[in-house]
T-cell receptor
Framework: GAVVSQHPSWVICKSGTSVKIECRSL??????MFWYRQFPKQSLMLMAT?????????EQGVEKDKFLINHASLTLSTLTVTSAHPEDSSFYIC???????????FGEGSWLTVV | GQSLEQPSEVTAVEGAIVQINCTYQ??????LSWYQQHDGGAPTFLSY????GLEETGRFSSFLSRSDSYGYLLLQELQMKDSASYFC???????????FGGGTRVLVKP
C-alpha cells in the first residue's frame, strides 16, 4: 500500500483563489519532504524542500510567497498555491524518504486546474 | 548546472529488450535511481545504484558507471503494461532530493 499519501488527487479552482495540497507519510516520520511540479509530457521539477519545524528551502525561480509550504509535523507537509493562475495548472507531487535503504516514496500526485 | 540526458522516446515490440541510457553532469552524486510513470500517475521506484555495476530486479536491471557518469535501465521481456515514461534521477546529496532527467517514453507494440 501507499506509504506517502497526497490529497486531493484532483482540484479545480478559480483564478485568484488559493489551494492547499497535503502530503502525509503514513508509515514513517519524515523530517524532510519534497515538492515537485510536472507539466504535461515534461519531467519532474523540484520546487522546494519542506523541513519539519523550519522554513522550506526553495529552488531557484520558485516564488516562496506564491507556493507556501508548511511542515508542522513529522508526517505532514502542505503546499498552498496562493492567488492561483491558469499557468499554475500542473501535476504537483510530493516525496519523502523512509524506512531502510534508499527508496524514496512519492505521493499519488495532485492535479491542479485553475480556470 | 545539473543535467541528465536520456532519449526522449523508444518503441519496441512485446518480448523485446530495451535499454534506456542516462548520462549525467551534476555537482555531487550519491546515486542514480530509475522511476516508472504511467500517464496520469505518480512515479514509482524501480531501482537504485550507488556503486558501479548491475542491479537486477526481475525483468528490470539497472547499471551504473560512476567514472563515466553513465547508467542505463534494461527492460527485458517487454510487456504491454511496460508502456510508460521512465526517468533517471540523481541523488546529489544526503536527504533524498532528486534531480530528474527528461524522461524516456517507452511504447510497447504487440
Amino acid at each position: 500500500g501507499a506509504v506517502v499519501s497526497q490529497h486531493p488527487s484532483w482540484v479545480i479552482c478559480k483564478s485568484g483563489t488559493s489551494v492547499k495540497i497535503e502530503c502525509r507519510s503514513l508509515d514513517f516520520q519524515a523530517t524532510t519532504m519534497f515538492w515537485y511540479r510536472q507539466f504535461p509530457k515534461q519531467s519532474l521539477m523540484l520546487m522546494a524542500t519542506s523541513n519539519e519545524g523550519s522554513k522550506a528551502t526553495y529552488e531557484q525561480g520558485v516564488e516562496k510567497d506564491k507556493f507556501l509550504i508548511n511542515h508542522a509535523s513529522l508526517t505532514l507537509s502542505t503546499l498552498t498555491v496562493t492567488s492561483a493562475h491558469p499557468e499554475d495548472s500542473s501535476f504537483y507531487i510530493c516525496s519523502a524518504g523512509g524506512g531502510s535503504g534508499n527508496t524514496i516514496y512519492f505521493g499519488e500526485g495532485s492535479w491542479l486546474t485553475v480556470v | 548546472g545539473q543535467s541528465l540526458e536520456q532519449p526522449s522516446e523508444v518503441t519496441a515490440v512485446e518480448g523485446a529488450i530495451v535499454q534506456i541510457n542516462c548520462t549525467y553532469q551534476t555537482s555531487g552524486f550519491y546515486g542514480l535511481s530509475w522511476y516508472q510513470q504511467h500517464d496520469g500517475g505518480a512515479p514509482t521506484f524501480l531501482s537504485y545504484n550507488a556503486l558501479d555495476g548491475l542491479e537486477e530486479t526481475g525483468r528490470f536491471s539497472s547499471f551504473l558507471s560512476r567514472s563515466d557518469s553513465y547508467g542505463y535501465l534494461l527492460l527485458q521481456e517487454l510487456q504491454m503494461k511496460d508502456s510508460a515514461s521512465y526517468f533517471c534521477a540523481v541523488t546529489r546529496a544526503a536527504g533524498n532530493k532528486l534531480t530528474f532527467g527528461g524522461g524516456t517514453r517507452v511504447l510497447v507494440k504487440p
